[in-house]
């Protein structure tokens, strides 16, 4: 429990990272290909998600349990739930209550952000032993 400050501040980077990349990918395909913001918001899903999984295990949770492509399956199926809820609450956001789609995305990230660390810190690494 002792290293949780600079823990949750090395997660935070790296998920600001990946986080940055979804916005760069949700933007060139939203802008410039002329997807929906559910389609783009999908593929930008995926590839955030891989550059979040590589951070993460490199700066943050070094003691994982799987092996990095099982760990990217598995955190795209185990998050899998909280971003089909967060499709529904952006489709709502955007088409009922007429929110621009970067304030509801930025919305629903920030959400995903504490439900997904406390899964990738109970779930995805090797138990710790945590002296006091």
């Known amino acids: 429990m002792k290293n949780f400050p600079q823990e ?12 940055a990349l979804d916005f760069f990918v949700y933007t060139i395909l939203y802008y410039i290909f002329l997807l929906g913001a559910v389609a783009s918001n999908l593929l930008a899903f995926a590839v ?7 951070l ?24 899998g739930w909280i971003y089909l809820l967060g499709m529904v609450v952006l489709v709502f956001l955007i088409e009922r209550l007429y929110i621009h789609h970067y304030v509801a995305k930025t919305l629903i990230m920030t959400i995903t ?5 406390y899964i990738r810190k109970y779930v995805f690494t090797k138990k710790r032993e945590y002296v006091r």
Request: hydrophobic residues 50%.
């Open 8 to 19: 949750i501040v090395k997660y935070f980077c790296a998920v600001a990272i990946a986080v």
């Open 48 to 54: 955030g998600t891989l550059c979040s999984v590589v």
């Open 56 to 79: 993460i295990r490199t700066y943050v949770f070094k003691d994982a349990r799987y092996t990095t492509m099982v760990d990217y399956l598995l955190t795209l199926l185990s998050n």
């Open 113 to 117: 952000f504490v439900l997904n660390y």
